[in-house]
C-alpha cells in the first residue's frame, strides 16, 4: 500500500517478516559468512547482491538508507559516516581532476571549504555563484568540464530558499545533474526530486537524527539522470571500472548505476560509512520526524513573529513570514514550512549580538543546529570565523547574523528567554 509520508517515517525501510524483530536489529559485524568461495566470488564481481565488509555495506546502514530514499521519493540511496562525507561523495562521484562544477555561495560554510578548498586540491574546480541570479546570467558560468551543479534547498546558516526549478531547468540544458542538499528541509517539507533534483544530500545530523546524538550522511540518487546520454562526460558510469572487472554502472546497473558506482568504488576506497549503531539511533530519530518538523516549524515563525514585534531587533529573516523576500519561493516549494531555523540582527551590530546571546539561559550557545534543544550561534564569529569579510558578504553573512535554530520546547518559555536576554 502506497502510504503517506508520516506512515513512511515509521514503516519503511525495515520490514520484517513473521517472528522477526520488530524493531530494526543493529548489525553489529564487520563480516559476513558464505557457504562458498563461489558465492562470495560473485559478490567482488557485483553479480550478486549481499554483505561481505562492513566498511562498504551492512544490512542496519541499508534498511535505514531505504526508508530516506522512500521518503526522497528516490531509486537508491546509501548512508554515509557524515553530511560532509555526503556531500564530497555525491560530486567526486561524477566528477574527477581537471572537471568543473557549479555551487550556490550561500552554502553551509563546511561545504563551501570542501568544495573550494580541498577538492580544488584534487584538482577539481568549484566556480560559486549567486543563486539568485537570473537564469542567463547562471548560464555563463558554465563551461566544457562542468559536471554538476549544487545548491542548499535551504541555505545554512542565512535560510534563503533555492529556486529548484530554474535550477534544474539550467542543469539540464547543460546536460549535467542538479544535486540538492535538502538537510534544513527535510523531504517532510520539501522533496527536492519532485522539482527537478536529480540527487539529494543530507546532513542526517541535523533534523533526521533530531536529538544531536549521531552524526551521519546520507546521499538518495532519483535515479532520473541519463548517464549514457552524456556517455562522454561521465566516464566513471559510463565506461569500464578496471578495479570491478570491467563493469560499466550505467548499463549494468540502470537506475542505480550511481549508488551502486559510490558504494562499490568510493566506500571501498575511502570508507566513509557510519557505523550500525549509529544508523540504529538515526532510525530512531526518523520515526517522529514529521511530528518534530511540524513543532519546529510553528515554534520558530511564533518566535520570528515576536522578534519582528522588538524595537531592538534590526531585521528578521525567516521565509515563512508575508514580507519576507523568500515568502514565494516558499509558499511555492515548502508550503508547510521551513525549518526552525532562522536569522536575525540585533541594534547595535556585533557586539550588542553578542552581549544578547551571552543573556540567554533556555537557549544554548551551540555550534549545531536543527535539533529538538533551542540554540543560537553567531557565525561571524563561529562556523564562518575562517572566511573573510568580502566571503562573508558573497556568502550573505551580515556581522550581526545571528542564527537562531528553534527547538520544541514550550513557546512560551523561548519566547519569555528571548525578552529576557533583550531586555
Ligand atoms: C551540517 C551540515 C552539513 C555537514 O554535515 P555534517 O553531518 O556536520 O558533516 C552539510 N550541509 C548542511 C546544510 C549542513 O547543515
Redesign the pocket.
Known sequence: MDTRIETKCLSEGWKPSQGEPRQLPVYQSTTFKYDTSDAMGKLFDLEADGYFYTRLQNPTNDAVAAKICALEGGEAAMLTS??????FYAVFNICEAGDHFIASSS??G??FNLFGVTMKKMGIECTFVDQNLPEEELDKYFKPNTKAVFG?SIT?PTVSILDFEKFARIAHKHGVPFIV?N??ATPINCRPIEWGADIVTH????YMDGHGVT???CIVDSGNFDWMKYADKFPGLTTPDESYHGVTYATKFGKKAYITKATSQLMRDFGSIQSPQNAFYLNVGLESLHLRVERHCSNALAVAKFLKSQDKVAWVHYADLEDDEYHALQQKYMPKGTCGVLSFGIKGGRQASIDFMDKLKVCSIATH??DAKTCILHPASHTHRQMTDEQLREAGVAPDLIRLSVGIENIDDIIEDIKQALA
Open positions: 557524515s553530511g560532509q562525507a555526503a556531500n552554502i553551509y563546511g561545504t542548499e545554512n542538499d538537510t534544513f546532513s542526517t545530523t541535523k552524526v551521519g550522511g543546529v536543527a
